[in-house]
């Protein structure tokens, strides 16, 4: 099977979690990172979510979960330890149209792959299903290669972003002139946080644009 991979605005949108354990506590967490509103549906809950309800980060209601507990939520993921439960919940949703995530990732309409971030900098990766374990592994050299100097090279270019689009009107003239700032040197610089070198030659760069601009013009 393959997935078409998307990333989803979950932010102020109401997403419920079906369990209370460790593996439903990492799922809360990557939806609050998101700024999503999260409601947490199980009997039993572990200290880390108990600790969320406490804080007023989560609402909760300890009782087993059951269709009608469903609203118009946007996202369901089932996370508990029962695949009985899981499949049910997974049935439920999918019946009212929300996006559904298993655990197991069996019942479900999508799959939450391993990611890293670095600030706004978000990738993800995924196995189609054939091994999360690798999906882990390639994450944790990823996250060996991207440091924190990555999520400021981004940050960098995007105060870039409208002087580019300013000077160059057309799309393609502006993928040419990132193509060429943004190459193995620039991994390199980055890598290093030599941030004030890949600065002057972006500045290189636009200054040659904006003279060949003014040769234009007087020409």
Do not use: H
């Amino acid at each position: 099977m393959k997935l078409y991979p998307i990333n989803l605005n979950v932010a102020g949108k109401s997403c419920v979690v079906v369990g209370g354990g460790e593996v439903a506590l990492r799922k809360i967490l990557g939806l609050l990172e998101a700024g999503a509103l999260v409601k947490v549906i199980a009997p039993k809950i572990c200290a880390g979510v108990d600790e969320l309800f406490q804080r007023g980060k989560i609402s909760l209601t300890r009782e087993k979960f059951s269709p009608d507990m469903l609203d118009d939520e946007f996202i369901l993921i089932a996370a508990t330890d029962n695949p009985e439960v899981n499949r049910q919940a997974s049935e439920a949703a999918l019946s009212k149209k929300i996006l559904v995530n298993t655990a197991e990732g069996s019942s479900g309409n999508f799959v939450v792959p391993s990611r890293i971030r670095r600030g706004d900098l978000l990738l993800t990766v995924s196995t189609d299903m054939n091994s999360p374990a690798f999906s882990r592994f390639v994450r944790q050299m990823l996250e060996l290669e991207l440091g924190e100097n990555f999520c400021a090279g981004l940050k960098l270019i995007a105060r870039y972003r409208e002087k580019v689009k300013e000077l160059l009107p057309n799309p393609d003239a502006r993928k040419n002139f990132w193509r060429e700032v943004l190459t193995a040197d620039t991994w390199k610089l980055l890598k290093l946080g030599e941030f004030n070198r890949l600065e002057n030659q972006i500045n290189r760069l636009l200054l040659k644009l904006q003279a060949s601009r003014f040769v234009d013009k007087v020409e």
